[in-house]
Antibody
Framework: QVTLKESGPVLVKPTETLTLTCTVS??????????VSWIRQPPGKALEWLAH???????TYTTSLKSRLTISRDTSKSQVVLIMTNMDPLDTATYYC????????????WGQGTLVTVSS | QTVVTQEPSLTVSPGGTVTLTCASS?????????PNWFQHKPGQPPRTLLY???NRQSWTPSRFSGSLLGGKAALTLSGVQPEDEADYYC?????????FGGGTKLTVL
């Protein structure tokens, strides 16, 4: 059974750094065909793709946030970590991780999401 | 910056048929953009419906179908059910990464 679960702080202050962890099960992060994406949704707004990482260590970031994002993976812990620096209230959103297939670029399984609020 | 455009809202009657579209600011959408379609209901994570234009996930009902139509990616719902009321998002892949559309709020009325 494939599952993904996001974890991290529910509240961060402006200018702080956010670290989110996606813990996966039911598949391996070293599987050459698979990767993990991070996607967010601010309240009342559309989904926004943030970044993805594949087993090849290929990493891609959304252009608008590239300078603030870092994605990495720890295969032994089955975890993918997203770091976002210099948080702003506009970054308040539900953050999701999802599994992606390298060949078809198919996103299939999603985590439940974690709401992060940025406020002083 | 690349923009992916969807109809903001559509209304359909139960049992009816509706088509949602997904356009790219860069020009015609082709299968090379690997269109994905997602259904999103309040309080739940998004659910993937289709990938690579027209391929259904194992859990996707057959009333959902995908195609390329007039230079856009399209999602057609045939025999709409009340439970299909939701937000629908497309995702297109570009050289520098994927981009979501703004979403279509589908009302079944």
């Amino acid at each position: 059974q494939v599952t993904l679960k996001e974890s991290g702080p529910v509240l961060v202050k402006p200018t702080e750094t956010l670290t989110l962890t996606c813990t996966v099960s039911g598949f391996s992060l070293s599987n050459a065909r698979l990767g993990v994406s991070w996607i967010r949704q601010p309240p009342g707004k559309a989904l926004e793709w943030l970044a993805h990482i594949f087993a090849s260590d290929e990493k891609t970031y959304t252009t608008s946030l590239k300078s603030r994002l870092t994605i990495s993976r720890d295969t032994s812990k089955s975890q993918v970590v997203l770091i976002m620096t210099n948080m702003d209230p506009l970054d308040t959103a539900t953050y999701y991780c999802a599994r992606i297939w390298d060949d078809s670029r198919r996103i299939d399984y999603w985590g439940q999401g974690t709401l992060v609020t940025v406020s002083s | 910056q690349t923009v992916v455009t969807q109809e903001p809202s559509l209304t359909v009657s139960p049992g009816g048929t509706v088509t949602l579209t997904c356009a790219s600011s860069t020009g015609a959408v082709t299968s090379d953009y690997y269109p994905n379609w997602f259904q999103h209901k309040p309080g739940q994570p998004p659910r993937t419906l289709l990938y690579r234009t027209s391929n259904r996930q194992s859990w996707t009902p057959s009333r959902f179908s995908g195609s390329l139509l007039g230079g856009k990616a399209a999602l057609t719902l045939s025999g709409v059910q009340p439970e299909d009321e939701a937000d629908y998002y497309c995702l297109l892949y570009y050289g520098d990464g994927p981009v979501f559309g703004g979403g279509t709020k589908l009302t079944v009325l």
